[in-house]
């Protein structure tokens, strides 16, 4: 890549400082290669055009070609607005804009033939098209008669300022205009470029800008979704080598007492083979004098826990000690009861540590750990704080990671000297193939993919408001079985106050329905001090009340298996893996448990859609890779958080496919070239060395 992609917005024909200035605060636009890498939204068909006669509330957007009739301003002040109207050989059409009246009525002749593109709007069952592109239809014919014409995205910002998707294809084709094929070099090897039948890269960003035919569109996505999915690829398995190769580890070669004792008769189950192949896959990790940086995927109630725990009792046997950081006061001291329960009678020293634990206590608990007296350390971020000091921490393991910060699991890599610890990352969010390819695509990844026998699949039911009835006797039948009941709601930002109003409507409802003696109800939500929502969550998980009124606080964190029925309200409200994760706080005891969708008959079709997945199937990969498909990567929980990679044309959820071709042929070129130093790998290396420069560098932490 040359220069000229490096040169300033403000030195391109047709942007000049302003609108330069413009792009930069509006789209983060700063050089040539930023707006040519911008790509269109979707295309208008400038061969397609509509009769004013066929159009109706549902047409959406259309393209028309028409003589202006009327052009006059009506209102005053803020209500003032430009009116025109349109008419073809079918009939005429209302146009109305609320901005830039006055450049518009310099601009627009009445008694001209325009080529018109916008949105049909239905008023008072009259149709009209506010705010249309509008170009002499001259113009139009000489310039795109055999384009499909981009539009780009935007902002009201740029459309007020004249930087519409029409002005901005004027400023691409000033910007095509310029560009030679030597300042887009080929980037990927000839080989490869030949055995796919790609476009050339320069030809493919002509063309993705301005398609001459549907053809040539197809042939220009697939070539730079790959290219861009590819490199992707290659530098998180750079990165990975890179890893394995810098970063020495610990070697845990022993398997001791402490394994060996809690194998053979304290384990409370036995493993599944995918929780024994898990184990066998860690073990060897930390054999290997490198340090482990593993993702263990499993769903709710796969055992991911006794995993983690059979990793701390091999760190314990080699002489090393064990932390585990969970996201929430709730889960760390859950994880806390659940491996003290386990290992007692085995002389392993267990401790807790978070920010209410205070004075005395917590002096105690830091000295026990760096005079190293102390084996297991859980709790919150807590861990990371600087008084924080472990004699000789071998382990780290993080639950529900994506929601640390970077940052904060670096400061639990410097815990340790001279090597960084083994970490072990657990998430109980399933995530899809695709996405833990790209977000995780630097990790080894274990998979904890059988429940343990004899726990039952927990039946789901989609119930509506007629149905409520039903819903309460069903609930009163469980409970007479000495069983419980969780209801949730949802709790929305913005819609917060409206949300606690329905809570607190809700929790009124069901008091006059399972009125007391005879029935106790805990109520939990975010406004609550903490101490408040412990006590009712305990009270909860004791058995002292049988149904438990919450907002989605309770999604991770709490264990009653005496918990057999999960009704959800307002399901239409909630994400696919939210409701997976809902689900999972019920069937963790021997007894059959139900979730209940309770929803309004009217629903959209996407709602519909989430519902009958979770109605359909207990696996949450499954339910992962439909949430996936429906909501798009931005969407799924904990992405955000987790630094996922912007995209500029690939598409997680469509290109599965590429995306998995693109790994495959990456791995394969770094194993039989790691430096990428044979002749056909130059354009990759090239590449590489001059975009690093404008790409964020990935980092090194899991």
């Known amino acids: 890549m040359t220069a000229t992609l490096d040169k300033p917005l403000e030195y391109l024909k047709g942007v000049g400082p302003a609108r330069a200035d413009l792009l930069r605060s509006e789209l983060g636009m700063h050089t040539w290669r930023d707006l040519l890498y911008h790509f269109p939204l979707r295309y208008i068909d400038r061969t397609q ?29 803020r209500k003032r607005r430009l009116m025109g109207r349109v008419r073809d050989a079918s009939g005429s059409l209302e146009l109305v804009w609320f901005s830039g ?16 593109f916008g949105r049909i709007n239905s008023f008072n069952g009259k149709l009209s098209m506010p705010h249309p592109e509008m170009e002499a239809a001259s113009e139009h014919r000489s310039k795109t008669a055999t384009h499909f014409a981009p539009v780009y995205p935007g902002t009201e910002k740029l459309n007020q300022k004249r930087l519409d998707s029409r002005a901005r294809r004027r400023i691409m084709h000033n910007l095509l205009e310029q560009i030679r094929p030597v300042d887009l070099p080929e980037n990927l090897p000839g080989y490869l470029v030949k055995q796919f039948q790609l476009m050339s890269r320069y030809e493919a960003m002509r063309a993705i800008h301005f398609p001459r035919k549907p053809r040539e569109l197809n042939a220009a996505r697939s070539r730079l979704k790959f290219e861009e999915l590819f490199f992707l690829q290659l530098r998180l398995l750079q990165t990975r080598q890179q890893r394995r190769d810098t970063n020495r580890g610990y070697v845990f070669g022993q398997v001791g007492d402490f394994f060996m004792r809690f194998y053979e008769e304290k384990l409370p189950f036995a493993l599944t083979e995918a929780q024994k192949r898990v184990v066998r896959e860690i073990r060897h990790d930390l054999g290997e004098g490198r340090q482990m940086n593993r993702l263990l995927q499993g769903d709710v109630g796969s055992g991911k826990t006794i995993v983690g725990l059979l990793c701390m009792l091999l760190a314990l046997d080699n002489g090393f000690q064990a932390c585990l950081m969970a996201p929430t006061e709730i889960l760390a001291q859950q994880h806390y009861q659940s491996i003290t329960g386990y290992l007692q009678g085995m002389g392993v020293r267990v401790g807790f540590l978070s920010g209410t634990v205070k004075g005395k206590k917590r002096k105690e608990l830091l000295r026990l750990l760096r005079q190293g007296e102390l084996h297991i350390l859980i709790g919150t971020h807590a861990l990371i704080e600087e008084p924080v000091e472990f004699h000789r921490l071998g382990l780290a393991i993080t639950d529900e990671q994506h929601r640390f910060g970077v940052a904060q699991r670096a400061r639990l890599w410097k815990k340790s000297r001279p090597h960084p610890p083994h970490v072990l990352v657990m998430t109980a969010t ?74 607190e409507a809700g929790y009124e409802a069901l008091s006059r329905e399972f009125p007391g003696p005879d029935y106790k109800i805990s109520i939990v939500h975010g406004r609550m001090k903490p101490a408040d929502k412990d006590y009712e969550m305990q009270r909860f998980a004791r058995g002292e009340t049988q149904i438990m009124v919450a907002t989605t606080v309770i999604e991770v964190g709490v264990n009653v298996p005496n918990a057999s029925v999960m009704v959800i309200e307002n399901t239409e409200r909630f994400g696919l893996s939210q409701l997976h ?20 008959f009217k629903i959209s079709n996407e709602a519909r859609e989430r519902i009958a997945t979770m109605v359909r199937t207990n696996n949450g990969f499954e339910i992962a890779e439909a949430d996936l498909r429906l909501r798009g990567p931005g969407n799924i929980e904990g992405t955000q958080q987790s630094g996922l990679v912007h995209f500029r044309i690939a598409d997680l959820a469509m290109d599965g496919k590429i995306l998995r071709t693109a790994r495959d042929l990456a791995r394969r070129i770094l194993e039989a070239d790691p430096r990428l130093e044979k002749p056909e790998h130059q354009p990759v290396s090239l590449f590489l060395e001059r975009d690093e420069k404008h790409k964020k560098g990935w980092s090194r932490i899991s």
């Open 49 to 77: 055009f509509h009769r004013i006669a066929d159009l109706h509330e549902q047409s959406g957007q259309v393209q028309l070609k028409g003589v202006l009739r009327q052009l006059h301003t009506t209102g005053g002040g």
């Open 430 to 503: 399933p995530i899809p193939r695709t996405l833990a390819m790209t977000l995780y695509g630097d990790l080894d990844v274990s998979v904890i993919d059988e429940l343990p026998p004899g726990r039952k699949p927990v039946q789901t039911v989609h119930r509506t408001e007629q149905q409520r009835a039903r819903v309460f006797g069903f609930m009163k039948e469980e409970i007479a079985k000495g069983r419980q009941v969780y209801v949730v709601y949802p709790l929305i930002e913005e819609s917060e106050t409206l949300d606690l109003q329905n809570l």
């Open 581 to 600: 994760q809902l689900r999972g706080r019920v069937g963790r005891g021997a007894e059959q448990s139900y979730c209940i969708l309770m929803t309004d």
């Open 101 to 116: 009246l006055r450049y518009l009525e310099k601009q627009l002749e009445v008694g001209k033939e325009y080529v018109l």
